[in-house]
């Protein structure tokens, strides 16, 4: 079960020019006879999961009951450490277009893939031969010819030419082993087929071998399944005293739409959710004591868009197995130390 939101000890609050109470109090010692030791089951039951909003391409959920440093964990695990499948190497047999081969070998890589990566291993180095088990190969194959018969005072490109834009739906996917079988139904592809990558023009060229292989963030940002992750606090607006009438208009005009109402002449906080916490309320004299601006500690508001590779909904899951997987590696690490020195003793 959540704790209140006006406990203060939960607040971190928004002054007009600084924030106050930054760190938390609820520690060890601090307050005479209260136990704040770290405890399990307390930890359970103050422990508050909410999905909020979930599309097909994001989800917002609420986290309560964790330290900053465990959100900010999972949310930099998301980011850099969650793996994906993008290109890595790429043949360029012919490119007479107008731009650079590394620039469009650069665009082409960053292109998000349509790829499982749990369907793949990762590389066993950087100079292993490429396998079915570890690779996947896509050709890029386009040439812009003059379509016949177009009258000669016709400026749009898409009626005078044959494949002028490039479009990474052209990407084709070159199975190889048994690869046909293990991607049934579900062909390897971009994310989104209508990414540009190139404009070409009469009797212009490219011809590309691609490889894509499994990575982390951490090595490069095109292997991050995440366009964004971040999170918030949630805003906690606390009325001092009534608002006067004549003032309550513009009151409600000093937050975002929605947060504020208007029932029976009274001030409503309707939605603090929606609250940017910008601190326009604090600005004005008349309001400067009746009102005070907080955000909660401990309850974080997640926003995570995935770029496509994952459904939104298992981004977060993925995150915590490789958490899981980093303390057991920890917590063998340390059975190992403990061990060296009870034989060296």
């Known amino acids: 079960m959540s704790r209140s939101l006006d406990d203060t000890r939960r607040h971190v609050q928004v002054l007009p020019e600084r924030i106050g109470a930054v760190a938390g109090s609820e520690f060890p010692g601090h307050y005479p006879g209260e136990d704040h030791s770290w405890n399990l089951q307390k930890f359970k039951e103050n422990l508050i999961t909410s999905v909020q909003r979930l599309t097909p391409?994001?989800?917002?959920?609420?986290?309560?009951?964790?330290?900053?440093?465990?959100?900010?964990?999972?949310?930099?695990?998301?980011?850099?450490?969650?793996?994906?499948?993008?290109?890595?190497?790429?043949?360029?047999?012919?490119?007479?277009?107008?731009?650079?081969?590394?620039?469009?070998?650069?665009?082409?890589?960053?292109?998000?893939?349509?790829?499982?990566?749990?369907?793949?291993?990762?590389?066993?180095?950087?100079?292993?031969?490429?396998?079915?088990?570890d690779t996947i190969v896509f050709d890029l194959s386009v040439r812009c010819d003059r379509k016949p018969g177009v009258d000669k005072s016709e400026?749009?490109?898409?009626?005078?030419?044959?494949?002028?834009?490039?479009?990474?739906?052209?990407?084709?996917?070159s199975p190889s082993g048994d690869q046909s079988k293990k991607y049934k139904g579900k062909n390897p592809k971009p994310v989104d087929k209508d990414i540009l990558l190139c404009k070409l023009r009469p009797g212009q060229q490219i011809d590309?071998?691609?490889?894509?292989?499994?990575?982390?963030?951490?090595?490069?940002?095109?292997?991050?399944?995440?366009?964004?992750?971040?999170?918030?606090?949630?805003?906690?607006?606390?009325?001092?005293?009534?608002?006067?009438?004549?003032?309550?208009?513009?009151?409600?005009n000093c937050f975002p739409e929605g947060v504020v109402e208007i029932e029976n002449d009274q001030v409503v906080i309707k939605n603090p959710r929606k609250d940017t916490v910008s601190r326009e309320v604090l600005r004005h004299p008349?309001?400067?004591?009746?009102?005070?601006?907080?955000?909660?500690?401990?309850?974080?508001?997640?926003?995570?868009?995935?770029?496509?590779?994952?459904?939104?909904?298992?981004?977060?899951?993925?995150?915590?197995?490789?958490?899981?997987?980093?303390?057991?590696?920890?917590?063998?690490?340390?059975?190992?130390?403990?061990?060296?020195?009870?034989?060296?003793?």
């Open 208 to 252: 590309l071998h691609c490889f894509a292989r499994k990575g982390v963030g951490m090595d490069h940002a095109k292997f991050s399944p995440v366009a964004t992750a971040s999170y918030r606090l949630l805003p906690h607006i606390i009325l001092r005293e009534p608002i006067p009438i004549e003032h309550q208009e513009k009151f409600k």
């Open 286 to 345: 008349e309001f400067s004591d009746k009102v005070s601006l907080n955000r909660i500690r401990d309850h974080f508001i997640f926003n995570v868009e995935s770029t496509g590779q994952y459904n939104p909904e298992e981004l977060v899951p993925e995150a915590i197995k490789i958490l899981l997987n980093k303390i057991t590696a920890v917590e063998e690490g340390l059975d190992k130390l403990f061990a060296t020195e009870g034989q060296v003793a």
């Open 57 to 133: 391409s994001t989800v917002e959920f609420d986290l309560v009951g964790v330290d900053a440093s465990i959100a900010n964990a999972l949310r930099r695990v998301m980011i850099a450490e969650v793996p994906t499948i993008a290109i890595e190497e790429i043949y360029v047999w012919n490119n007479t277009s107008i731009m650079q081969d590394e620039v469009l070998c650069h665009r082409v890589g960053l292109v998000p893939l349509k790829i499982d990566p749990r369907s793949l291993k990762y590389r066993p180095s950087p100079h292993s031969a490429p396998h079915e088990t």
């Open 155 to 173: 400026k749009d490109p898409k009626k005078l030419y044959y494949d002028s834009n490039v479009f990474t739906g052209m990407m084709k996917w």
